[in-house]
């Protein structure tokens, strides 16, 4: 095998018909794709992100009519938001149909669905014949990668048998996740905004994400402790007496001037989906053990903002 192990369409789908694991472009962020329906490939997904079994997986179709093979009692609301924004980075939660093994779903008895845009994920979809199950391709906890090179840098000798290289990720954060089991929620903020579904649906809840310490998780997945880089990375107001270390760098936002000069700015003109393209890259550049501290600024917390503002706060240590 050629190391990194890059691959061409053609061969990931074939792969990906074989039962084996591969990581797929998609408008978000990078997947680590297996057949949806294949216990042995869910199970390595696990393994190769070492992620616990209780963080369910999401399934990629490349159809809306697909949705009827891995979710059932689908409500009008469902197919309301299907056609407004997929393909795109929205994820349902819908009851789940025996098809999927509970693998996949945790246990749970839903299952999220997503519909990507990138035309290299729908064809790898289409041509492996199968849905495909695929969370972010990066270590559990760690940040999630928008380059086929995130990708490699942090999963290439652990046993996937290849990665496609789409490019960049035009989206750069994870999709939306809206259960529509139950009322309309929010689980996990993206791109497509409360306000967007909302527009759809009427109303929608949006969940407070947060986990507190020795109880349940509010959605499963969302550890307070998420998308870390190595280096610490503080988010937020620094308190007064906060001594900066020497190496600190700084990843600003806009023109708002910050107590280090800026390092790198995700948008010279607070421009919300340029910084969200570029946020994990950045991330990703900075983690490097020449640096003790990244700097973030403050990001507005509305729109797509709110995704940033939820990554940013999981990334974020606590001082
Ligand atoms: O943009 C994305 O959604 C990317 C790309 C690859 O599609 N995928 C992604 O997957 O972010 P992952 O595994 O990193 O995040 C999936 C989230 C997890 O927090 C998981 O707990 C939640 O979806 N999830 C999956 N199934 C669920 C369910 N049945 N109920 C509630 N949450 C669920
Ligand atoms: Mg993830």
Redesign the pocket.
Known sequence: MHFPPWTSVDDAARLLRDGLVVAIP?E????LAGNAYEPKALAQIFAIKE?PTF????V?ICEISQLADVTENIPEAAYALAKAYWPG?M?M?LP?KDCIPDLC??G?P???V?F?SHPVAQEIIRKALVPLA????NLFKHV?PTTAEHVAAQLADRGLAGIVDGGPCNVGV??T?V?LVGEPTV??P?AVTPEMIAAVVGNVKVKESTSKPGQPMA????CDTHYRPQVPLFYGKLPAEFKLPERCVRIAFGDTPGVIPATLNLSETGDMLEATAKLYAYMHDLDDPRYDLILVDQIPNVGVGMALNDRLKRASIKV
Do not use: F
Request: glycine share 8%; net charge positive.
């Open positions: 998609t978000t962020v990078y997947g992620r963080d369910p997986l999401i990629h980075p994820t939660i789940k779903t945790s749970l839903s299952v999220a997503r990507p695929a969370p972010s391709a999630s994870e999709s996740i259960s689980l996990r993206g959605a499963p997945g969302q």
